[in-house]
């Protein structure tokens, strides 16, 4: 029977493979999704995951539970050799193993797009991950826990800093602020005036998906609520939380969130496929791989023409992705039945971006919206996206419970450290008893 393998369990992944286990007749094909992660993340509710609108659990859709008629490998494939059709699984614990396949999806999306700046990788935290959205969340209540109680401290816990001005960039900006000025409220001796917010942005504007006239809006806004925004402006260095930026000013701060772009994800370079100058997998728009039988791709880590006019490739985003795998999923049955295969054209439609509770910006089908209808459009655009029902229903359930209740402020900084109190108790424990083992 034929195998299908699908690498990465993200928006194209799990997609077609919802797809494919539903039209696929029995005998057909199997099929197996290979992903680090058991689940999949809609990313674009990470923001108001970590602002607490959205219990991060409520953002992924675990894969095993979704493709009941799959099988899920919960590993990564770090090399594909498609001479011999073989890929190389590493699962999360254990020995590599060797999975062979007759037709390959390419669906691992992308990566940080990151710079050698001294301290970024020790000091600083990307965001792509419900586990990332998590440690923010507690990490920013746990930097107001810090400043009212080590007033030395203030400054440099108040100081958040996020580079990189695009939707996630500017969505985790607005909406941990927001959070952060509810919570500050109840901390005696601090004022929202305390906190420093920065977004760092290299380009001369911010969210480049919307027009110049609403990302300005969406900078005054911002400005508005003592937010700084610094345009033409990179991060240099940030050894030991002291940020230097381009522009000459330096500060210390305990908070630097790198959302300053993405890129393929290096597989399709590492098994010498096809790629672009951006190391995406070169795809026909029926997302096939250019000169390679058998292998798929779309989403964050294909370079998929853009059939539109609107740009020479599809733009990496949730939008196209969802599509693509609805029409990968079509064109693999229809491959396997000797069909016609679809070329894949959608118009991007727009963007919605939150900025807080009640705040955001929109722009769709070339309607602008600010203000709260953007925010509401955003939510129900994203409501109306997340998978399953059951997703859904939850998130429904948060967004009310946080309407009627209020926010929950409470700072689990713990779970950061789970060990460390353990630790420490067994090992003063260690240490007595041989204190006492020593006097007697
Ligand atoms: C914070 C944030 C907000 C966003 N908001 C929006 C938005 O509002 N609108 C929008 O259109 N887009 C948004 N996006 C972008 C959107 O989420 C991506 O474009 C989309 O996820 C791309 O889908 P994909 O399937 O290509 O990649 P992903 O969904 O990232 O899936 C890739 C999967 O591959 C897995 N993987 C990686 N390496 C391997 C490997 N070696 N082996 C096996 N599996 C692997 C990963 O674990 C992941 O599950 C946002 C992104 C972020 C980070």
Not at 115 to 124: C, R, V, Y
Not at 229 to 243: A, C, E, I, P, Q
Not at 418 to 433: F, G, I
């Amino acid at each position: 029977m034929t195998h299908i393998l699908i690498v990465g369990g993200g928006y194209v992944g799990m997609y077609t493979a919802i797809r494919l286990q539903k039209k696929l007749r029995q005998g057909e094909a199997t099929v197996t999704v290979v992903d680090p992660q058991p689940n999949m993340t809609y990313q674009p509710f990470l923001p108001e995951a970590a602002a607490g609108s959205i219990e991060p659990r409520h953002v992924v859709v675990p894969l095993r539970r979704a493709l009941p008629k799959c099988t899920v490998v919960t590993g990564k494939v770090t090399n594909v050799d498609h001479e011999h059709k073989v890929a190389t699984v590493v699962p999360a614990e254990g020995l590599p193993t060797s999975m062979p396949y007759d037709i390959l999806v390419m669906a691992a999306g992308s990566v940080a797009r990151t710079l050698p700046i001294p301290g970024l990788a020790e000091s600083g935290i990307g965001f792509a991950t419900v586990g990332e959205a998590i440690y923010l969340r507690n990490h920013v209540l746990s930097r107001l826990d810090v400043a009212s109680s080590t007033p030395e401290r203030m400054r440099r816990a108040l100081t958040f800093v996020v580079v990189g001005g695009g939707y996630a960039g500017v969505e985790v900006f607005g909406e941990l602020e927001d959070m952060a000025r509810y919570a500050v409220r109840v901390h005696k001796g601090l004022s929202p005036s305390d906190m420093r917010w920065v977004l760092v942005e290299a380009s001369d504007r911010i969210l480049p998906e919307i027009s110049p006239a609403m990302s300005d809006y969406t900078i005054r806004r911002l400005t508005e609520r003592g937010m700084r925004v610094r345009l033409n402006t990179k991060l240099v260095s940030m050894v030991d939380g002291h940020v230097e930026l381009s522009d000459g000013t330096s500060f210390e701060a305990d908070t630097v969130v790198w959302t300053a772009g993405v890129k393929a994800n290096p597989l399709a370079m590492k098994s010498g496929m096809p790629i672009d100058y951006r190391g995406r997998l070169i795809c026909t728009e029926t997302l096939q791989a250019r000169g390679l039988r058998g292998v798929w791709g779309a989403g964050d880590s294909a370079a998929v023409p853009d059939l539109t006019g609107l740009g020479a490739l599809c733009t990496p985003s949730a939008q196209h992705a969802v599509r693509q795998a609805k029409v990968l999923a079509d064109n693999i049955i229809a491959s396997l039945r000797n069909g016609n295969l679809k070329p894949y054209k959608h118009k991007h439609a727009g963007s919605v971006a939150s900025l807080g509770l009640h705040k955001g910006v929109a722009q769709v089908y070339g309607i602008r919206l600010r203000g709260w209808p953007a925010w509401l459009m955003h939510r129900a655009y994203h409501w109306s996206r997340v998978p399953t029902a059951g997703r859904k229903l939850r998130v429904l359930l948060d967004w009310m419970t946080v309407f009627f209740s209020r926010r929950e402020i409470v700072s689990l900084g713990q779970i950061q450290n789970p060990r460390r109190d353990w630790e420490l108790v067994v090992r003063e424990t260690t240490h007595s008893m041989k204190g006492n083992t020593r006097t007697q």
